[in-house]
């Protein structure tokens, strides 16, 4: 066993386990009693420790590298990690289950402790192997530093997975019979609470049942600091991607386990408690599905912007429902200090997602139209408001004054005498601190609402049978939380269109493990192009971000990437191009600008702005012409035209042409270069100096690849992998060093696709079906996947991959006929290989040290689309943008705390004002607004010509104290609002280089755009299948937003 850990070969432990079954004392086979089948091929491991000491690492020797020092104290946290995870095993099992377990026990059934505790022995069987393999592996560390293939040999098999799955998928149910124990048997909970007290830890059960459930994201930790630290020529490289890649897929598949478990623990738990019968139906539907639930605050104002009302409510998203009900959260402390106890609910109401719509700020004819929600507790007249109304109330009384102060200006103009303090100079200040106190009451109120979700939901019909709509406010906890509601039920009703249901195809078995909108929606159809250029073909599209800031906070959740969409198209029976581009600031694309091209457009290429790391670049770049976004668009006549976007403007900045003249195909870019490939089997390289963002016209040089077209580049770093018939080269930017391999063993099958994602490149060819996974540092082929195997709506017939795709964890896999597939990889720095059921393996002549390297035939779970295009897919292009950061900054406001009083007692130091108070200590709330000092620009009215208009005799000095609270010039500072809504602070700058807290949360919205011509529905009747099949046809999948930080 321990020479087949030490050969860290991927089938070592299993193919060794049943030879070692009867040479090996310790290994026996499990008494199955009591759990049936399940339990077979499992066994019992009992580590002997004379026999089986724990790792332990030997002395740090001398001459280590700093890296090799850093993966030692890595392989140290890996053992003290297992160590401690063993420990809690063994305590469960030990201290809890076995004493349950005794035959003179009487405080729990027997077959309600093997439930509680189901599964945990075969994990601990697992960790036990692992760790008994970890110790061989620590004591030869030194002389072999791997670590990764253990971890393959260990994690990647069906046992690991079944007995996990089983754990996790029990774990709702043996926390619900611990509380039903707690609650009947008073013995039992005493029993826990002696355990509890005992250990040293005072840890609970539930604290220890809960580390299964944790255990293998800490171990993908580990291993990505362990890859960071390993060079790319160490030969646990591999090794260490092979075992993340594992580790991710393993985490992911229990993720969903325990995501399955819990959405069916919270549907239960409702379903109990609903009365009505239809709902009930609904709840045990198998079409239903739970896509968010959340407790939320539900708040009702009264007609001055008071509180009336505030409750916590728990609010359901169905797949066609939504459901707000109340919580109980009653129970016994004791028990709920052992074990989590489960809320009750009552459904309050629930409505139609579809008549269900969210409301945003100013939507005031939506507001006309509803009804006013009425409160039983509520002495008022129980008007609801779409905000705060203390703040427009606010707002107008500043508009008012405004008004006012203007009309002064003008009589003070009329004026004869002339006055230091009183003149136009001063009332146009006036007017200026107005004009800001405005803006920033406008910023307060968008603020207050960045948390507030307002739904308008379909009530009881009025007396005379009218449909009256009632308008209902939550606070959610964050910002980013009103974003994710917002976007689910814009998506939960996009998901019920004709198109979308259902829009994905895939085994009937994968289907109950998909997670909500795990299957992209279908957002819309386009077409491109007038019908007197039809005859053009697709060639190519990209997406140039550009953030709006007018958008609103609804509009941005529920938009499409924001920036601008290009698609280019040439050939056909034209002689020229042409290039459209669509905003995509709203929920469909629409055409803003088309750019004519003197030649067939063949590719496209975004170069994104570069981001100053210092201080001086960041000046330069600020003095420098406003260029926007560069876009470089290749043509078949050789030449290559950068184009400069800002909005709707584009303006040809730079051509270059090759020394070949020969068609661009393909366009990369990477820091310092750009690279072109040209029909004639060269990729033309052009510098970039340092600091300028065009490149230089005169640095053309030409790297020769073969005589066949260059069909494919992918940039990796600063080196650019270029396909040529069957090859790839890999060109080194700086030196333009080439290193060749062989990627099709047949020279007709030329390299068409290459994408890539952690430490592997996906590649398409011209001919077959099969796509090919190579390593990008040791260039070894790793798997192969026939496409056509899984698709059953694909034709007989001659079948290509015409487009590749990677985004957010999706492999895409456009088709010659149209259809679309999508492959689940993994996203993290491991190897992106597409899991399944293997139905051939055979190795390869090349060995990477101890870990072999395969070709792997795989039958894949993916999704194959129902809607297609009716010809090949002509390219498949990601559109991904982030939120505005002013959307995502939360205020001290956004808890509520203009309803709350100030934490400091009332008392505001003044250095915090950027207004001076007329009185040393602000007034409370109940008391008069407090006065402010209304100047804009001006520090001080001395340096103006006249007499000082004043009562009181003049001073010697009439300048404005140093301290003095006036505004300095405006130097265009951002303004926020402080812990009291009443005070103006003026807010402190970012600085270069430092992250914000909108920085740290960076919300993501993404579409996938695919082109092709017409457009068809799969399995549908003939009349319905295919749309017009010779018009060129853009289909927008939106995909859900995520959170990253």
Not at 57 to 67: D, F, T, Y
Not at 73 to 95: A, C, N, T
Not at 182 to 206: E, G, H, N
Not at 368 to 388: C, D, E, M, N
Request: proline content about 5%; aromatic content about 6%.
């Amino acid at each position: 066993m321990m020479k087949a850990a030490r050969n860290g070969t991927k089938d070592s432990l299993e193919k060794t386990k049943l030879a070692m079954i009867r040479k090996v004392s310790f290994l026996q086979r499990k008494d199955s009693a009591g759990e049936g089948k399940d339990d077979a091929g499992y066994m019992d491991v009992s580590v002997y420790e004379l026999r089986h000491p724990p790792p332990q690492l030997c002395p740090m020797p001398e001459g280590l590298s700093s890296q090799q020092v850093v993966r030692r104290l890595i392989l140290s946290s890996i053992v003290q990690s297992e160590s401690s995870y063993l420990d809690s095993l063994k305590r469960i099992l030990q201290e809890y289950q076995k004493p349950l377990l005794e035959p003179q026990s009487c405080i729990l059934n027997p077959k309600k402790v093997r439930q509680i505790f189901y599964r945990l022995q075969e994990i601990h069987q697992c960790h036990s192997m692992f760790q008994i393999a970890l110790a061989s592996r620590v004591a030869e560390w030194d002389h072999s530093e791997r670590i990764g293939d253990l971890f393959v040999a260990s994690f990647s098999k069906s046992m690991v997975l079944n007995v996990y799955s089983d754990y996790i998928n029990n774990f709702t149910n043996a926390m619900a019979l611990i509380k039903k124990a707690c609650m009947s048997k008073p013995v039992f909970l005493d029993f826990l609470k002696k355990k509890q007290a005992s250990s040293p830890d005072r840890i609970t059960l539930y604290g220890l049942m809960v580390k299964p459930i944790q255990r293998f994201p800490q171990f993908i930790l580990l291993l990505q600091d362990m890859l960071k630290n390993t060079p790319k020529s160490h030969t646990d490289r591999l090794p260490l991607q092979l075992a993340l890649t594992e580790l991710e897929t393993l985490a992911e598949k229990l993720n969903e386990q325990k995501r399955l478990a819990d959405q069916e623990a919270e549907i239960q738990q409702l379903a109990h408690s609903v009365g009505d019968r239809s709902l009930h139906k609904l709840l045990n539907s198998e079409q239903r599905q739970l896509i968010q639930c959340e407790l939320l605050t539900e708040i009702v104002y009264g007609d001055k912007g008071q509180v009336l009302k505030s409750k916590e409510r728990k609010v359901f998203l169905l797949n066609d429902t939504l459901i707000c009900a109340n919580v109980n959260l009653k129970g016994s402390p004791d028990i709920s200090s052992l074990v989590l106890v489960g809320p009750k609910y009552m459904v309050k109401w629930c409505a139609p997602l579809l008549q269900t719509q969210v409301v945003e700020v100013g939507q005031d004819s939506l507001q006309s139209r509803t009804a006013r929600r009425q409160s039983s507790t509520s002495s008022t007249t129980g008007k609801v408001f779409l905000g705060p109304p203390r703040l427009y109330q606010e707002l107008e009384e500043l508009q008012h004054d405004l008004a006012v102060v203007e009309e002064v200006s003008l009589l003070v103009g009329t004026l004869n005498g002339t006055y230091q303090n009183l003149n136009t100079t001063v009332s146009q200040d006036w007017c200026l601190a107005l004009q800001r106190l405005i803006r920033l009451k406008e910023e307060e109120i968008q603020n207050a609402n960045k948390c507030r979700l307002r739904l308008s939901v379909p009530g009881k019909p009025d007396k005379s049978g009218r449909p009256v709509s009632i308008m209902v406010v939550f606070n959610t906890p964050s910002p980013i939380c009103k974003i994710s509601w917002v976007n689910r039920l814009h998506l939960a009703k996009i998901a019920q269109r004709q198109e979308n249901t259902p829009g994905w195809e895939c085994a009937a078995e994968d289907w109950k493990t998909k997670a909500p909108f795990s299957c992209p929606l279908l957002t819309c159809k386009l077409p491109v192009f007038s019908s007197k250029t039809q005859t053009l073909k697709l060639e190519a599209a990209l997406h140039s971000p550009s953030q709006s800031n007018l958008l609103g906070f609804c509009t941005a959740s529920t938009s499409l990437p924001q920036g601008y969409l290009w698609v280019a198209a040439g050939g056909g029976t034209s002689n020229h191009g042409q290039v459209d581009i669509f905003s995509l600031n709203r929920a469909t694309p629409r055409l803003v600008k088309t750019v004519p091209m003197r030649a067939p457009v063949l590719c496209l290429e975004y170069v994104k702005e570069l981001c100053p790391s210092t201080e001086k670049e960041a000046k330069k770049a600020h003095t420098a012409a406003k260029i926007g976004n560069i876009i470089c668009v290749g043509l078949q006549d050789s030449s290559i035209h950068v184009f400069s976007s800002v909005d709707t403007a584009v303006q040809c900045l730079l051509t270059l042409v090759n020394l070949d003249s020969c068609p661009v195909l393909c366009l990369k870019h990477s820091l310092s270069f750009l690279f072109a490939g040209l029909a004639s089997g060269k990729v033309a390289v052009y510098h970039r100096r340092t600091g300028e963002r065009l490149w230089d016209v005169d640095s053309c040089k030409l790297v020769s690849l073969g005589s066949e077209p260059v069909g494919s580049l992918l940039t990796l770093e600063d080196a650019v992998w270029a396909s040529c018939a069957n090859q790839v080269t890999v060109i080194q930017g700086s030196s333009l060093h080439t290193q060749s391999f062989e990627a099709h063993s047949d020279p007709g099958c030329s390299v068409s696709h290459m994408v890539r994602s952690g430490g592997g490149v996906w590649m398409a060819f011209t001919d077959g079906s099969s796509i090919h996974l190579f390593h990008t540092e040791t260039l070894e082929p790793l798997q192969e996947v026939n496409v056509s195997t899984h698709a059953a709506h694909l034709t007989p017939g001659q079948v290509y991959v015409s487009s590749l795709l990677i985004c957010q964890g999706l492999l895409w896999v456009g088709t010659s006929q149209g259809i679309i597939l999508t492959f689940p990889v993994p996203t993290l720095e491991g190897i992106p290989k597409i899991t399944g059921s293997k139905h051939c393996i055979f190795h390869s002549n090349k060995v990477l040290e101890s870990v072999t390297c395969t070709w792997t035939y795989i039958q894949c779970k993916g999704m194959s689309s129902l809607n297609a295009h009716c010809g090949p897919v002509d390219f498949l292009v990601s559109t991904s943008s982030t939120l505005a950061s002013d959307l995502l900054r939360r205020d001290s406001i956004l808890n509520g705390s203009e309803e709350s009083k100030a934490d400091d007692g009332g008392v505001h130091r003044l250095e915090q004002s950027s207004y001076h108070q007329d009185t040393e200590v602000p007034p409370s709330r109940e008391e008069k607004p407090k006065r402010l000092l209304l100047q804009y620009r001006l520090h001080s009215t001395c340096q103006l010509p006249g007499k000082l208009l004043s009562a009181q005799p003049e001073q010697g000095n009439p300048r404005a104290p140093t301290d003095s609270l006036e505004h300095s010039p405006e130097d265009g500072s951002i303004y926020e609002v402080s812990e009291d809504p009443d005070v103006w602070v003026r807010g402190r700058p970012v600085e270069l280089g430092k992250e914000g807290e909108a920085r740290r949360s960076k919300v993501t919205s993404t579409a996938i755009v695919s082109g092709g011509r017409g457009h068809r529905r799969i399995g549908q009747t003939t009349a319905d299948t295919c749309s017009d099949s010779t018009e060129n046809t853009l289909l927008v999948w939106q995909l859900p937003l995520t959170l990253s930080q």
